[in-house]
């Protein structure tokens, strides 16, 4: 059983930065970031792969969010720099023992409750 817990969220100005935290009880290989904005698709935001320290970033933020394992918290973080108001949505994480399209929701088993971003103009 794995269970997610994202933290982070909240509201900031354009520009402005947050930083999220998903800290898991068990372990999955694969983990992932997705936003949903209500009435849309859940969209794939960052993966990372535990093992092997990989990570791929949505063209959409490629420039502005990084993902990675912070160790000494056994988390994993999607730091957003230069946030924009279309950034805004619930953000979710997502661990998987396998995927292959790594931003695909529905190669995720497990996810958290999610945690809510608003950037204002």
């Known amino acids: 059983q794995v269970q997610l817990v994202e933290s982070g969220g909240g509201s900031v100005q354009a520009e402005g930065s947050l930083r999220l935290s998903c800290a898991g009880s068990?372990?999955?290989?694969?983990m992932a970031w997705f936003r949903q904005v209500p009435g849309k698709e859940r969209e794939g935001v960052a993966h990372?792969?535990?093992?092997?320290?990989?990570?791929y970033v949505a063209d959409s933020v490629k420039d502005r969010f990084t993902i990675f394992r912070d160790n000494a918290q056994n988390t994993v973080v999607l730091h957003m720099d230069s946030l924009k108001p279309e950034d805004t949505a619930m953000y979710y994480c997502?661990?998987?023992?396998?995927?292959?399209?790594?931003?695909?929701?529905?190669?995720?088993?497990?996810w958290g409750q999610g945690t809510q971003v608003t950037v204002s103009s």
């Open positions: 990372i792969d535990i093992v092997s320290g990989g990570t």
């Open positions: 068990g372990s999955r290989r694969f």
């Open positions: 997502a661990a998987s023992e396998w995927v292959r399209d790594v931003l695909r929701q529905s190669e995720y088993a497990y």
